[in-house]
């Protein structure tokens, strides 16, 4: 069966970094797309980024962390990143992955929504104080 399993949450000062991991097993679709998500204490759930197998690794952000995070994946690891730089009390929030199978063309509203995701990892805590 396919497992997500998130790694690197913790507690940081604003203006601070982490790095998030994601191992995923389990699985053996041809095109995929791996994401973050976030959910907030009495907040929707958002689609953080995400990074998409066609167009040979197409990456998707959400406005909101536009120029300071990064999704990268290292394919042989099968392994998706999440580099998290200057950090805001906005970001605080539980930090899950994803894998959606055979995206097709992928778009960013498509590779962003969560009900496009067939597997969920249990998710990590990110927790930015002022």
């Known amino acids: 069966q396919v497992q997500l399993v998130e790694s690197g949450g913790g507690s940081v000062q604003a203006g601070g970094s982490l790095r998030l991991s994601c191992v995923a097993s389990?699985?053996?679709?041809?095109?995929?797309?791996m994401g973050w998500f976030r959910q907030a204490p009495g907040k929707d759930r958002e689609g953080v980024a995400a990074?998409?197998?066609?167009?040979?690794?197409?990456?998707y952000y959400a406005d909101s962390v536009k120029g300071r995070f990064t999704i990268s994946q290292d394919n042989a690891k099968n392994t998706v990143y999440l580099e998290m730089g200057s950090l805001k009390p906005e970001d605080t929030a539980m930090y899950y992955c994803?894998?959606?199978?055979?995206?097709?063309?992928?778009?960013?509203?498509?590779?962003?929504?969560?009900?496009?995701?067939?597997?969920w990892g249990q998710g990590t805590q990110v927790t930015v104080s002022s």
């Open positions: 990074i998409c197998t066609p167009r040979g690794g197409t990456t």
């Open positions: 389990g699985y053996t679709y041809s095109s995929n797309c």
């Open positions: 994803a894998i959606r199978p055979s995206p097709g063309v992928a778009g960013p509203s498509a590779a962003l929504y969560g009900g496009n995701y067939a597997h």
